[in-house]
C-alpha cells in the first residue's frame, strides 16, 4: 500500500515553455502532499506544501508564480513549471501523507527528470 | 529548529561485511526520524521510522537503527551487506510541532557502494 506515482518519469522542453508534472496516490487519499526538489548528488529540497482545496505553502525563495501548485483532488497533486529556463531542469519528486489523525509518514513518487534546452 | 547530519557522505563496504551509517539530529521537540533508501534516478523509499516507540526500529531488507536521546543519535545498520545495497541513504526528521502535513529536514545523504 501507500503509492505515489508521477507523470511524466522524464521531459524535455525548450526553454519558455510550461511544463506540467503529476503526482497521485494510487491506494489512499491525501490532504496533503509536498513537492521537492533535487540536484545532482545533493538532498531534497522542500519547494511548497500542497493541501487539497487550498493555497499551497511555498517554502522561502521559492517562486510562487513560477511554480504553480494545484491540488484539486484528495488524490492529484500537479506543479507547473511555467517559461521554464536551463536553470529549472531538476529532478522533481512528490511526496504524499494519508490522510487521518497523527499519520506523519511521507510517500514518495519516483521522482520526474526535468531537462529544459 | 530541527536539522540531521549524516557524518559520512561516503561509506565503502565489502559484500557480507556489516553496514553501519551514521545520523545525528537536532530537534525542540519529541522527533519522529526516518531514513529513506534512493536508487539511482529513482524515488525515495521508506526503510523505517521511529516516532517514540521502541528505540529499536527493525525496517525492510534487514536494515536497523536505534534511537538513542541521550547520544541525539539514529543510526543505520544492517549486519551483512548485498551488493543490492548500494544507493543514497537519507536521514530524515519530522517537525512534530504543527498538525498534519509536518515538515520533513533532510541529512545531506549518505552513499553507500558494496564492493565484492
Known amino acids: 500500500g501507500a503509492v505515489v506515482s508521477q507523470h511524466p518519469s522524464r521531459v524535455i522542453c525548450k526553454s519558455g515553455t510550461s511544463v506540467k508534472i503529476e503526482c497521485r496516490s494510487l491506494?489512499?487519499?491525501?490532504?496533503?502532499m509536498f513537492w521537492y526538489r533535487q540536484f545532482p548528488k545533493q538532498s531534497l529540497m522542500l519547494m511548497a506544501t500542497?493541501?487539497?482545496?487550498?493555497?499551497?505553502?511555498?517554502e522561502q525563495g521559492v517562486e510562487k508564480d513560477k511554480f504553480l501548485i494545484n491540488h484539486a483532488s484528495l488524490t492529484l497533486s500537479t506543479l507547473t513549471v511555467t517559461s521554464a529556463h536551463p536553470e529549472d531542469s531538476s529532478f522533481y519528486i512528490c511526496?504524499?501523507?494519508?490522510?487521518?489523525?497523527?499519520?506523519?509518514?511521507?510517500?514518495f513518487g519516483p521522482g520526474t527528470r526535468l531537462l529544459v534546452l | 529548529a530541527q536539522s540531521v547530519t549524516q557524518l559520512d557522505s561516503h561509506v565503502s563496504v565489502s559484500e557480507g561485511t556489516p553496514v553501519l551509517l551514521r545520523c545525528n539530529y537536532s530537534?525542540?521537540?519529541?522527533?519522529?526520524l526516518f531514513w529513506y533508501v534512493q536508487h539511482p534516478n529513482k524515488g525515495l523509499q521508506l526503510l523505517l521510522k521511529?516516532?517514540?516507540?521502541?528505540?529499536l526500529v527493525k525496517g525492510i531488507n534487514g536494515f536497523e537503527a536505534e534511537f538513542k536521546k541521550s547520544e541525539t543519535s539514529f543510526h543505520l545498520t544492517k549486519p551483512s551487506a548485498h551488493m543490492s545495497d548500494a544507493a543514497e541513504y537519507f536521514c530524515?526528521?519530522?517537525?512534530?510541532?504543527?498538525?498534519?502535513?509536518?515538515?520533513?529536514?533532510f541529512g545531506t545523504g549518505t552513499q553507500l557502494k558494496v564492493e565484492l
Open positions: 511526496s504524499a501523507i494519508p490522510g487521518g489523525a497523527y499519520q506523519e509518514t511521507q510517500y
Open positions: 491506494d489512499f487519499q491525501a490532504t496533503t
Open positions: 500542497s493541501n487539497e482545496g487550498s493555497k499551497a505553502t511555498y
Open positions: 530537534s525542540s521537540y519529541s522527533p519522529s
Open positions: 521511529y516516532t517514540s516507540a521502541a528505540t
Open positions: 530524515v526528521v519530522s517537525d512534530r510541532s504543527g498538525g498534519g502535513g509536518n515538515k520533513l529536514t
